[in-house]
């Protein structure tokens, strides 16, 4: 597929070119390939087991790709993986996080993992903490926060560096509406600073308000690459939710759920 040009003042930041990877014998990428600009918001889309936890994870360094290359703020992975993450935010759809630890040692921990010089570490934790309501629990262990709590100790620690690329799989799950409506505006306002974001998500109506682009992947391939207004114009539909439905053969959805209601009926 061809990759859409940039536009002019969008330095790339991420390359990814025909990237593959297979877990064991079961290949789930197939020759990935597209770029990422300085200051874009792109939603990676695709039913469950498509590939997308696996692409982010390949472009983190976290899994060494099959075949292909991945450069991220100018660095290749694997091989300049540790200049590469330290450019990088990550935030999974699930981590393990250290549960013996209190949310302020955490973020203590993974700030100076990057280096970040110690009183702006101390600066940027109270500072995070304040502003997503976690002032108050900073000094309770990990394993007494809710899932919502954890997540926002995530988003925090993926910021801690100031990274240049942000990878976010499933950023607002668990959080509440008001820390979900921050995220997103924050999401925006770190574009505006130039930050690369590449958001994750199954919830649609989320992408269209904060993504600037979208990949969809399907079965681990690349299926379709371009502006939210492009996507929906070739495909002549006139939401996100419509166009990834055709693209992805899930327009007999909708016949389900009225099968399932029958079943329920009967």
Known sequence: MDQPDLPPDHQVTVSVDNLTFSYGSNRVLHGLSFALGRGEVVGLLGPNGAGKSTTIKALTGILPPDGGSVRVAGYSM???AVEAKK????VPEA????????GQEFLEL???LQEVPEELLQF???RFLKQFDLTGVRLRRLD???KGMRQKVLLSAALLHNPDVLMLDEPLSGLDVNAGLM???LIAALAKEGKTVLYSSHVLDVVERVCDRALIIHEGHLIADGSLESLKASTERGRLEDVFRQLTDAEG???GVSEIIEVLRS
């Open 87 to 90: 450019r990088i935010g990550y």
């Open 78 to 80: 694997p091989g300049e």
């Open 253 to 255: 959805t909708v016949s």
């Open 95 to 102: 981590a393990a996080l250290f549960e013996s630890l209190s």
């Open 144 to 146: 007494g926060y809710s």
């Open 183 to 185: 995220v997103r505006d």
């Open 124 to 126: 940027r934790i109270a």
């Open 110 to 112: 993974m700030g100076r």
